[in-house]
């Protein structure tokens, strides 16, 4: 356990790169297994569960080696052994690791993967996805077995537009003989990356951010240099961050239409967006202005994973807000956090009803989930005095170097481990 204390009332100023995509690096990592050559990917956050993701491949067999934003990847001699529970029940990307493996090998086995405690996050969807591709899949004393002689392509229809379960079939049919073809699909930009990733490495997929991906299997897949894309969720919670505390800050490597939802929301309330060379400006003069309804939903809608940032700022917003979150049944744990820092929040259900204050007070908080932990940093900046947060290494989970990065641009933030 970790304890961050923020001294409220900096505005944030400055110029900084956006890190890399954790949910684009997560899932090309458990692409690696898909070649026995050596695959080479830059621009890498430096994540806990990035390191968390490299402990499982190695665990299989795989050579890593991670220097400094750059992971090397080597899966020539993938061994056929259960991942240790310890660590795939500690990330929902475990889950990823299911189809490469069931498309290199004829068994594999798995915990059941964890992740941020937001909602159930059932796998009904990737285990439908890769039955459909011939994989035999059965659920025996708390484990997930897939076996598979030849994987074959189909059409794969998902009753959601799942992120994670769209992944995984695009993974396992890269190497499956014939065509797949997936309705329903995610558009999130992260599968863009993964397909861009899969074609880097020879694989013949079409279609990413669009519903409908078409994937020609391959025989085989080879070795390659990849560059992660910029993290739309960490931009996204630093123009939170720029607004809350009428700042003005520059984001390389910004790409503005990632997050275009939330600048919409950000510029109603009053901020001042620009794309300026290669990133995006946000500043902010006055108080922000809460407007209606912000409701959470699949790419390109407004993003889950910013729900809780955006709830800090409308929690000392002009005017009252409502968030209403569609995604994850288990998301506005927040609010009881913020309440405690004065917040005025109506929470029935999946409904956030947030009548903003002049100013929040510091107080002492906890993390539940990655990105509360985020919002509740955004908070301390929001707040008079000081908020001591305790957080179980939650935030570095998602966030690289979150506090560094704070302290550059102007905020009063220490951490006591
Ligand atoms: C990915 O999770 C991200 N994680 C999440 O980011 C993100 O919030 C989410 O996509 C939505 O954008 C990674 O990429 C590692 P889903 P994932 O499958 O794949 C239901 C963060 O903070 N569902 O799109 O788990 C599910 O219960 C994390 O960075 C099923 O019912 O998301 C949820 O209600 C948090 N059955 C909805 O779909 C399934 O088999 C969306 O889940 C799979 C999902």
């Known amino acids: 356990m970790k304890e961050i204390i923020v001294e409220g009332g900096s505005p944030l100023r400055g110029d900084i790169t956006v890190q890399g995509a954790k949910n684009a690096l997560l899932p090309i990592l458990a692409a690696s297994i898909l070649t026995q050559d050596e695959i080479e990917l830059t621009n890498c956050p430096h994540l806990s569960d990035a390191v968390c993701m490299l402990a499982m491949l190695r665990d299989l067999g795989c050579r890593t080696e991670e220097t400094d934003g750059t992971i090397r990847v080597c899966a020539r001699d993938l061994a056929e052994m259960p991942l240790k529970d310890a660590l ?25 993967p964890g992740g941020c405690d937001i909602g ?11 039955r459909a591709l011939g994989v035999t899949v059965t659920e025996e004393e708390g484990h997930i077995h897939a076996s598979c002689t030849r994987l074959r392509g189909a059409e794969v229809y998902l009753d959601y537009p799942s992120v994670g379960a769209t992944e995984n079939v695009m993974m ?46 391959v025989k085989k897949l080879h070795g390659c240099r990849y560059e992660i894309m910029p993290d739309r969720i960490a931009t996204g919670t630093w123009m939170i961050a720029s607004v809350l505390t009428k700042g003005d800050i520059y984001l390389r490597n910004a790409i503005g239409e990632h997050v275009a939802a939330l600048t919409n929301k950000l510029r109603d309330g009053g901020a001042e967006i620009k794309k300026d060379g290669d990133g995006l400006r946000v500043r902010m003069h006055k108080r922000f202005r809460a407007g209606g ?10 993003p889950t994973d910013l729900q809780s940032p955006m709830m800090t700022l409308l929690s000392v917003a002009d005017g009252t807000g409502m968030l209403m979150e569609n995604v994850f049944e288990n998301r506005l744990r ?39 932990g985020a919002a509740l940093v955004l908070a301390g900046l929001a707040a008079e005095d ?27 933030v220490r951490v006591r481990e």
């Open 386 to 412: 000081e908020t001591r947060i305790t957080d179980d290494h939650l935030i570095e989970r998602g966030y690289d170097r979150l506090e560094e990065t704070l302290y550059a641009l102007g905020a009063r």
């Open 293 to 302: 309804m912000v409701e959470t939903m699949p790419y390109p809608g407004f």
């Open 120 to 130: 159930l996050r059932p796998i009904d969807l990737h285990i439908k996805g890769l």
């Open 172 to 217: 396992a049919s890269a190497l499956a003989e014939g065509e797949t073809v997936i309705h329903n699909a995610a558009k999130e930009p992260e599968i863009v990356d993964l397909q861009n990733f899969l074609n880097q490495m020879g694989g013949r997929v079409a279609g990413a951010g669009t519903g409908h991906i078409t994937v020609q299997g």
């Open 88 to 112: 795939t029940c500690r990330l929902r990307s475990s889950i990823f690791i299911l189809g490469p493996l069931a498309a290199r090998l004829s068994h594999a086995t798995l915990g059941y």
């Open 334 to 372: 927040l609010a009881g956090e913020l309440k405690k820092m004065g917040a005025d929040i109506t929470v029935r259900e999946r409904l956030a009803i947030i009548k903003g204050v002049q100013k929040l007070k510091g107080a002492q908080v906890h993390t539940f989930d990655l990105r509360g």
